[in-house]
């Protein structure tokens, strides 16, 4: 029998696992005024499974983009989109910023900030939560 011993986190893995946590406490004061757009469900429930309380927009939610849009800029004056960063996402992400402009960009550091620190090792908003507790130890929230 082969005994797997796991490597501890590196000292970049628990700086990463800092910084990630600094951005999401970060969304998370904003968000209790501001509503972040994810695409789907799962990213949702990682969101607030990370302890975000404000309103969190699912894209997916049966209207096409154009009403999707047309609904946000009726209902907010600001908001964080925070979608995928697969290819999927990235087109999701320029058609939203387009139909979107002048609500979103005050917080688009958010999104490019989270793709640099998951690097290569994930690349959706759902994995966040277990990237966490593989980069850092725990991913439990602080509120």
């Given at each position: 029998m082969i005994k797997v011993q796991r490597n501890a986190p590196s000292t970049n893995?628990?700086?990463?696992?800092?910084?990630?946590?600094?951005?999401?406490?970060?969304i998370y004061e904003v968000n209790k005024r501001i509503p972040v757009i994810v695409e789907g469900k799962r990213d949702a429930l990682a969101l607030k499974g990370l302890g975000l309380v404000g309103e969190i927009i699912t894209l997916h939610s049966g209207k096409s983009l154009y009403d999707f849009c047309?609904?946000?800029?009726?209902r907010f004056h600001k908001v964080i989109i925070l979608l995928d960063w697969d290819?999927?996402?990235?087109?999701?992400?320029?058609?939203l910023?387009?139909?979107l402009r002048g609500l979103w960009e005050?917080?688009?550091?958010?999104?490019?900030?989270?793709?640099?620190?998951c690097q290569k090792d994930i690349n959706d908003i759902e994995g966040i939560p277990k990237l966490l507790c593989r980069l850092?130890?725990?991913?439990?929230?602080?509120h």
């Open positions: 893995d628990i700086e990463r696992a800092l910084r990630l946590r600094e951005v999401i406490e970060a047309e609904n946000v800029s009726e290819e999927k996402g990235e087109s999701l992400n320029k058609i910023s387009r139909h005050e917080f688009s550091a958010f999104r490019e900030i989270i793709k640099i620190l850092g130890g725990n991913e439990t929230t602080w």
